[in-house]
């Protein structure tokens, strides 16, 4: 997904906005200081030069017209060429961005960029009770409001930007992310500090609009959870100088969450008490451009955490994350061909035992043309085994005692940069079920505001 840029003529406006404030600025210098009955103490004001009548009201320098353009351009409310107040919310400008302080007026020019993105599908299940543990899921037959999310972002100053997800559901408002990331440290180093997705793996950090496919992974559901592994905490990064491109981060986080956290306290509201309260994830990326059309990525993560069967029980996570993408981009092509692996083991400590189970997908996608891509994917998940390699009932999925595979095929339609239609069908075998489910989706996608339109 790449940023949709905003439209010439509102950066124009915003230049034109500056250069006429500047101006005004340069010339409230010269205007003579306010009266008494302005709000200023009448020991400390200087004498007022006599009223000189109304061309008298115009800063030095400019005329009648470029005081009418200042005037219009802040809505008529100045006082001799200065803004009177610049806590109004200003009227929204073409390209999304909203101008949160006039350049010229305080320490800086705050822009915020927002969109909205709506994802709306029509699914059918052969199945009663289909195994769709993603959130964004559609899970019921008939029409499915998978989420409409709020997405806003804009740099405060230079040394943060903010950033937000809010997701609206049928039900409901969620916060999925709101967090503040620095922009000037030294050393390659960044922190990112709110209410994130933890960057484990490859899509744990991403939104649905970003998926290949319409649902996301049972791996990361069964996990994670349905939301995806997020919390409040801080996160530290650091771009090494290595050769070759390679990111180490590191986080603290909640471990509660029954969404968000689901192999660790979930829902269970356990204080944090001490550091070993709190979810530390580690990640490490590695980058490699094998070619001028062909990169490669490579990733490892961990995660561990307290869980709430017992004191001092834990939960691990080990990960591994492939991304081979192929685009020719020493001629003119609409070819991009990528490759994508994740592979989770976890391990949990349970009264008298502990757990393990893996967990994977693999998918691949091939866009021929600028409008028109397609993508299969396979999944797997085995059942919980106990030290003694036997299986073993899980806590939190007691029905899953044999493993489970789904495979998902779709076909995807971008009538434009801004909108997108997929069709979607999958297998999906849960083998202590006594049939496999089929499924089949029709997903509409719709972009507006200045976040991200899909990529042409």
Do not use: C
Request: glycine letters at 8%; hydrophobic letters at 40%; aromatic letters at 10%.
């Amino acid at each position: 997904m790449s940023s949709v840029p905003r439209r010439p003529h509102g950066a124009l406006f915003a230049v034109s906005l500056s250069v006429l404030l500047s101006t005004a600025t340069a010339a409230a210098q010269e205007l003579p200081p306010p009266s008494p009955d302005a709000g200023v103490p009448a020991s400390d004001a200087p004498t007022a030069e006599p009223d000189a009548g109304p061309a008298s009201d115009l800063p030095a320098g400019l005329t009648p017209e470029e005081m009418a353009q200042i005037e219009k351009a802040f809505g008529g409310d100045t006082q001799q060429g200065v803004p009177a107040s610049t806590s109004a919310a200003p009227d929204a400008t073409p390209g999304g961005g909203f101008p949160l302080s006039i350049p010229g007026a305080s320490s800086g020019t705050n822009f915020l960029d927002m969109s909205f993105i709506l994802d709306v599908a029509a699914a059918a299940f052969t199945s009663k009770e289909p195994l769709q543990g993603g959130a964004h899921d559609p899970t019921r037959n008939g029409f499915n409001l998978q989420q409409l999310e709020l997405s806003i972002g804009s740099v405060v100053d230079p040394y943060f930007r903010f950033d937000a997800n809010i997701v609206y559901s049928q039900f409901g408002v969620e916060i999925e992310e709101a967090y503040g990331t620095t922009l000037a440290l030294p050393a390659s180093l960044q922190v990112r500090a709110g209410q994130f997705l933890t960057r484990f793996g490859r899509l744990n950090a991403t939104h649905p609009h970003a998926w290949d496919f319409v649902d996301q992974p049972f791996a990361m559901s069964r996990v994670f959870g349905g939301e995806g592994n997020r919390g409040l905490g801080v996160e530290l990064s650091w771009l090494t100088p290595l050769p070759w491109f390679v990111e180490v981060t590191g986080s603290l986080t909640d471990a509660t969450g029954e969404a968000t956290a689901r192999s660790f306290l979930a829902s269970s509201g356990d204080r944090v008490l001490s550091p070993l309260d709190l979810q530390a994830t580690g990640v490490v990326k590695q980058f490699f451009p094998l070619s001028d059309d062909l990169s490669f990525m490579w990733g490892l993560s961990g995660a561990t955490g307290p869980n709430p069967t017992g004191y001092r029980n834990r939960t691990d996570i080990f990960g591994t994350d492939l991304y081979l993408r192929y685009r020719p981009i020493t001629e003119a092509s609409n070819t991009l061909v990528s490759l994508q692996v994740e592979a989770l083991y976890r391990r949990r400590q349970v009264p008298g035992d502990v757990l393990t189970d893996f967990n994977s997908y693999a998918q691949l996608a091939w866009r021929f043309s600028q409008r028109w891509a397609t993508a299969a994917r396979y999944e797997l998940g085995t059942a919980a085994k106990g030290e003694d390699g036997q299986v073993a009932v899980d806590p939190l999925d007691p029905e899953w005692t044999k493993s489970r595979d789904r495979v998902s095929v779709n076909l995807t339609f971008w009538p434009t940069e801004f909108s997108r239609l997929r069709f979607q069908a999958a297998r999906d075998n849960a083998r202590w079920r006594d049939e496999a489910d089929y499924s089949a989706f029709l997903a509409l996608e719709l972009v507006t505001g200045a976040h991200g339109a899909h990529a042409f």
